[in-house]
């Protein structure tokens, strides 16, 4: 599944610019005015049921295929500093409909701790413990993350410039102790002010796994040099407990995933030469902003784009014939 903030698109406009995805299922919430716009999108071995929605949330039940039920909720915390109180009232009510397990996920535009925060600026102390407070009552604790540490970058240049972490995941205790196994890793972006962020929920147990999509090893994988580091970085960072034996079932699994999504990306032209430029990003993303490391940003982004399209051309074919 995948949820999108700022879409500033209603439900046809949503359609004419995303139709071609592989996301059938869709919910769009539309802003009164021009701005915002929230959309959360599904495929069809995802069950899922609405509870209810705003402008700033979509609240849903989710089914696990072993009868596991958890909620989501999509959440996007008003910007404004005189308007963020309702964001924890909005926050403070959705738990009434909450039955068991629950995941919070999206922009909050709030930060917890001054550590989240690079600025010229302080942290205003009184918004960071009404965030925190909030996320206590409704018994939600932060999921944490990988990758750079802020999601927010206004962009501007030298003393000007301010970075935040502003979007994350929490969860009750109850769906952390179901998926254990559970990451957020911060993506790198160059066409947005934020970062996008992946949530991968994943417990000891098989239910997650579908048998169409059943793992295969590719012979010409060997025609690679990179294929056998792949491997054991892969296994390495398989963090997993138990005893017995399906810790290392669980580390094999965790392990073939990585190697079909490095394996799948051969296949792809220009995926090596686009990997290059998104180190560049990430690398220009967290050094100071400068007017000329503005410039380069700019041309990377550029030639980023070109070479993203094509690979966006050739997915949407390929989706076509199968």
Known sequence: MCFLMETRLDKEGFVQLYDNLPYPNRIIVKYPDSSGGLALIWKNDIHMELINFSANHILVKVKEVDGFEWFLTCFYGWPEANQKEKSWKLLSHLKDFVEGSWLCIGDFNAFLTSSEKFSKQPPINGQVDAFREALDICQLEDLGFKGYPFTWNNKRPGEANTRIRLDRAVAMKEWREKF???????LSSHASDHLPIILQSRSFGHNRI???????????????????????????????????LDPIQEKIRLCGEDLLAWGSAKTISDTEEIKSLQKQVEKLIAENVTPESKAEFLGVSKLLDELLLKQEIYWAQRFKIS
């Not at 254990?180 to 911060?186: E, Y």
């Open 180 to 186: 254990q196994l559970n990451s957020v890793t911060h």
């Open 210 to 244: 579908r048998r169409d999509q059943k793992f295969k090893f590719e012979e010409s994988w060997f025609l690679w040099d990179a294929y056998e580091a792949v491997i054991r970085k892969a296994w390495n960072q398989a963090e997993v407990e138990g005893a017995g």
